[in-house]
């Protein structure tokens, strides 16, 4: 028997849309090493490279990444990827947007994800967006992403988490589809994760905090007025439509 514990494996993951780093910085700690992130945002990808030095970071538009050669871009064969991950922009399918769906140029962006996928044949994708997509065009949209998906060979399993459920104080859902290959789908069991029984609040993330330095943003008395009409407890959604809509178009 040995005696050093054996490294645990880690897997090689390409994401696209990465932002500031939110959703690969989690994938890093459950074991992904990124062989590539592509951010069009200048800003956003120099967050990345700043985090991390040693990221491959291209700040490039998605669609001209996708025109290329991605085995020779990323050094990696076909099938060996273990994961592509991503969000495309979400504001044409968000309730807050204005909802063109496929007809606005950002709501195409996962016809260049399908591309990646087609390219590389990773063994699973993650794809994250927000929850409106799903009734967007009496479910049409969603649907017809699923297709495309299933097109490129992969068997997809969806659902709608909360970070709220998960040990984070705040109600954000979003709607995640996770894609297997079909060749290995028979061979891997996959499940979401059961919801925390405890939610965390505010209090939970600010106690550790020095109250004489100043921690938050500072809004407008305008938005100060709006977060008053909020219950305790609730979110955005918990107040009237209207008055909603007028605030998240401001965000």
Sequence with gaps: MATQKSKAKRFKSIELFAGTGGLVIGLEKAGFDHIGLVEFNKAAAETLKSNRPDWNVLCEDVAKVAERDL????????????LLSGGAPCQSFSYAGTRLGLEDVRGTMFYHYATFLHKLQPKMFLFENVK????????KTYHTILNIFEDAGYVTFHQ????????NPQKRERLITVGIRKDLAAKVKFEFPKPHKYKPVLKDVKLDLNPDKDHCARYSEAKEKVFELVPPGGYWRDIDPEIAKQYMKTC
């Design 71 to 82: 085995t020779k871009e990323f050094k990696i064969k076909r099938n060996e990827l273990d």
């Design 132 to 139: 409106g997509i799903l009734s967007h065009d009496k479910g």
């Design 160 to 167: 709608v988490l909360n970070a709220w459920d998960y040990n």
